[in-house]
């Protein structure tokens, strides 16, 4: 088992829908949870980061993060085509070691 | 502001040859890492410092890789002797280390290494 999993996709989304991307992890002890964005020959850009259980929202972007059931997923509203990207997962415990899913690719088509 | 910076964008080389990648972290962070990233693999890291120290180079696939942090503002990972398996990108990233606080890590642009 992975420690971080996510479906390598694609993801496709139709504009102005919510695009839903999920990750599981393995280790118990993770303490903090990240989401990135990479367009293709980029480097990998933060989204957003969420350390407690629920749901932290900031413009079009929600994570989400259950604790007790291993997941943590990202909503995207109003989803446009320049959302169209990997998005990757990674989780630490309370080191700075992260450990990266493999992505999800997004395809938002007009 | 300035981001993490990386040299070169682009390297192409001949098997055998060594390479040094350059990485200037964030001013003001104190977490360096190092990353390889490959279709098959994807993000893996390679090596992290604290405070300049080396941390955890599990990651580093074998002793033809090395990494130094002379001071808080500049890295090297140097491959000699390099191999075509070594093509990918490197990243660099840099992070604020806090007491009981994971801070987000800043990627570069990253270099896109060819070994032929």
């Known amino acids: 088992q992975k420690e971080v999993e996510q479906n390598s996709g694609p993801l496709s989304v139709p504009e102005g829908a919510i695009a839903s991307l999920n990750c599981t992890y393995s280790?118990?002890?993770?303490?903090?949870f990240f989401w990135y964005r990479q367009y293709s020959g980029k480097s990998p850009e933060l989204i957003m980061f969420?350390?407690?259980?629920g749901d932290k929202e900031d413009g079009r972007f929600t994570a989400q993060l259950n604790k007790a059931s291993q997941y943590v997923s990202l909503l995207i509203r109003d989803s446009q085509p320049s959302d169209s990207a990997t998005y990757l997962c990674?989780?630490?415990?309370?080191?700075?070691?992260?450990?990266f899913g493999t992505g999800t690719r997004l395809q938002v088509f007009p | 502001d300035a981001g993490v910076i990386q040299s070169p964008r682009h390297e192409v080389t001949e098997m055998g040859q060594e390479v040094t990648l350059r990485c200037k972290p964030i001013?003001?962070?104190?977490?360096l890492f190092w990353y390889r990233q490959t279709m098959m693999r994807g993000l893996e890291l390679l090596i992290y410092?604290?405070?300049?120290?080396?941390?955890?180079d599990s990651g580093m696939p074998e002793d033809r890789f090395s990494a130094k942090m002379p001071n808080a503002s500049f890295s090297t990972l140097k491959i000699q002797p390099s191999e075509p398996r070594d093509s990918a990108v490197y990243f660099c990233?840099?992070?604020?280390?806090?007491?009981?606080?994971?801070?987000?890590?800043?990627f570069g642009d990253g270099t896109r290494l060819s070994i032929l």
């Open positions: 990674a989780v630490t415990r309370n080191t700075d070691k992260l450990i």
């Open positions: 001013s003001g962070h104190n977490s």
């Open positions: 969420i350390y407690s259980n």
């Open positions: 410092f604290n405070n300049n120290v080396p941390i955890d």
């Open positions: 990233a840099s992070s604020s280390r806090r007491r009981n606080s994971n801070q987000p890590q800043h």
């Open positions: 280790d118990r002890g993770s303490q903090s």
